[in-house]
Nanobody, 127 residues
Framework: QVQLVESGGGLVQAGGSLRLSCTGSGRTFSSYAMGWFRQAPGKEREFVVGISWSGENTYYADSVKGRFTISRDNAKNTVYLQMNSLKVEDTAVYYC????????????????????WGQGTQVTVSA
């Protein structure tokens, strides 16, 4: 079972940028599609973006499309989330997650499809 640790969260003004990182343990990290989710205060956790095991395929929520970019470096067991043009409504705890199954060609978007989760990192966007 892969273990995940997020980093890179913080406080930023609206319009600014942050880059989140998620580093996984285990030799099989590169076999799993990965996803980023977020949970704002008082709201359900929601899907943000996913990336296939190879990095070839990505899938973005409409709310972040054009502003966020996911990438991965399998040699470093790390997935990145570059967040630009941040808005106040992007404020949330951001979680990375690993697919339950290996080598999925397209990344899943449902929380139930992910079997390992990080502890989360807080992103706060001020007006």
């Amino acid at each position: 079972q892969v273990q995940l640790v997020e980093s890179g969260g913080g406080l930023v003004q609206a319009g600014g940028s942050l880059r989140l990182s998620c580093t996984g343990s285990g030799r099989t990290f590169s076999s799993y599609a990965m996803g980023w989710f977020r949970q704002a205060p008082g709201k359900e956790r929601e899907f943000v973006v996913g990336i296939s095991w190879s990095g070839e395929n990505t899938y973005y929520a409409d709310s972040v499309k054009g502003r966020f970019t996911i990438s991965r470096d399998n040699a470093k067991n790390t997935v990145y989330l570059q967040m630009n043009s941040l808005k106040v409504e992007d404020t949330a705890v951001y979680y990375c997650a690993a697919d339950r199954f290996r080598n999925r060609y397209y990344p899943p978007a449902n929380q139930g499809d992910f079997g390992a989760w990080g502890q989360g990192t807080q992103v706060t966007v001020s007006a």
